[in-house]
């Protein structure tokens, strides 16, 4: 019995193993956004992240600097009329040359990283669905997040169409001098800036509202699924770091668009005085700061209330086949049989109940904790270099 309870500790295999693969789970029903590269791969074609970054900047950053070579304008060379040329707009070239290509790269890719996480953890027997909660799940969520995806379109489109309203607003005014408009009207380079500025923001909704749901998706299977967390497993996460991983990914696109938001004040302040972006700037920060953990956590959360109640049962099941054996043990001092047996038993049970008080409660590690810090810390620490660089110049004046 005690040989059971350490392979019940060490690796409990499941009852009944799922035939489904996990990489079956629909995700992109009612997709605008993935149903191209999803045809390509079915028919063996899938793009490489690559080739997903040229699409990107070929839809966006190359219309925009053919645009601004036809412009009349210079490209480096700022005027009284004119105080930001496109070449020297920090903020438009990153946007358009990282961030969109990123936000496109991992909202295309995010189900490839959802099927390869969850059938990692269901190839080491961490997770378990049995059939029938499968097909049931896969039906529900397969419309759940056509809901969630036609309505992260829909909200992209308008989202996408006040961004575009609001920034022709503050740059088409001839008293802002950007490089989109003469003399308050809108050159041609205008347009297609405004376009790429719909396209980025119709986006970020789909973005954020797939991850959203990938949390609650996430829930779910963790109420449906049997959780066999892997005290010894070399991620030293149980078995679940491909799911803190997910997080960490989340978090890089956030802050992608949180150093735009840094060159956008850095852009603003230097070139662009008179441009009235302070709202946009104080919402971005404020919406950077919160959603920062929010989207690496987001995904971790359910599993981490899985870990927390496995842990918790192994511990129980240890503790009371140990109370079995000392009130055995107890009866047998009055005799004093107690043999080395005994003692082996008693030692080998502590050392099980040692394994199991070390299982994570979260699935990531230190390594990926570090990372996710790190990638959070970079833009809030750029932002606040910026007033320190400034109080230093005036001194050193």
């Given at each position: 019995m005690t040989e059971g309870i350490l392979e019940l500790a060490i690796h409990r295999p499941p009852a009944a193993v799922s035939s489904a693969s996990a990489s079956a789970w629909e995700t992109t029903a009612g997709s605008i956004v993935h149903r191209p590269f999803r045809y390509l791969e079915r028919v063996g074609s899938a793009f490489t992240a690559f080739q997903l970054y040229i699409i990107a900047v070929g839809m966006t950053f190359i219309p925009l600097l053919l645009g601004a070579l036809l412009s009349p304008l210079s490209l480096t060379t700022p005027s009284p009329t004119h105080r930001l040329p496109f070449l020297c707009d920090w903020n438009v070239l990153f946007m358009f040359l990282v961030s969109f290509p990123c936000l496109v790269i991992l909202t295309v890719t995010d189900y490839r990283y959802l099927g390869a996480a969850l059938k990692s953890i269901e190839s080491d027997g961490t997770i378990v669905i049995a059939q029938s909660d499968y097909n049931r799940l896969n039906k529900r969520w397969r419309g759940l997040f056509k809901i969630v995806n036609i309505t992260g379109q829909v909200l992209g489109i308008i989202v996408g169409g006040l961004m575009a309203y609001f920034n022709f607003v503050v740059y088409s005014k001839p008293s802002v001098g950007f490089w989109i408009a003469d003399d308050?009207?809108?050159?041609?380079?205008?347009?297609?800036?405004?376009?790429?500025?719909?396209?980025?923001?119709?986006?970020?909704?789909?973005?954020?509202?797939?991850?959203?749901?990938?949390?609650?998706?996430?829930?779910?299977?963790?109420?449906?699924?049997?959780?066999?967390?892997?005290?010894?497993?070399?991620?030293?996460c149980g078995g679940l770091r491909p799911v803190g991983r997910l997080?960490?990914?989340?978090?890089?696109?956030?802050?992608?668009?949180?150093?735009?938001?840094?060159?956008?004040?850095?852009?603003?302040?230097?070139?662009?005085?008179?441009?009235?972006?302070?709202?946009?700037?104080?919402?971005?920060?404020?919406?950077?700061?919160?959603?920062?953990?929010?989207?690496?956590?987001?995904?971790?959360?359910?599993?981490?209330?899985?870990?927390l109640r496995n842990k918790s049962q192994l511990m129980s099941e240890v503790a009371q086949r140990l109370r079995v054996e000392l009130d055995r043990l107890r009866e047998q001092l009055r005799s004093g049989s107690i043999s080395k047996k005994d003692e082996e038993l008693i030692e080998r049970l502590r050392k099980i109940g040692a394994v199991i008080d070390e299982l994570p409660v979260w699935p990531f590690d230190a390594g990926t904790l570090r990372k996710f810090l790190t990638a959070y810390v970079i833009p809030v620490a750029s932002g606040a270099a910026i007033p320190v660089a400034k109080m230093l110049f005036h001194l050193a004046d």
């Open positions: 308050g009207h809108l050159l041609p380079v205008g347009f297609v800036f405004l376009y790429c500025i719909f396209l980025f923001f119709a986006v970020v909704p789909v973005y954020i509202g797939r991850n959203i749901a990938m949390s609650l998706f996430f829930k779910d299977i963790v109420a449906h699924a049997e959780l066999h967390m892997l005290p010894l497993h070399p991620d030293k997080g960490l990914r989340n978090q890089y696109a956030l802050t992608m668009l949180g150093l735009n938001i840094v060159l956008l004040v850095v852009i603003s302040r230097i070139y662009l005085p008179m441009a009235d972006v302070t709202g946009l700037i104080v919402a971005a920060i404020v919406a950077y700061l919160v959603l920062g953990p929010v989207v690496f956590m987001g995904p971790l959360l359910p599993f981490r209330s899985g870990m």
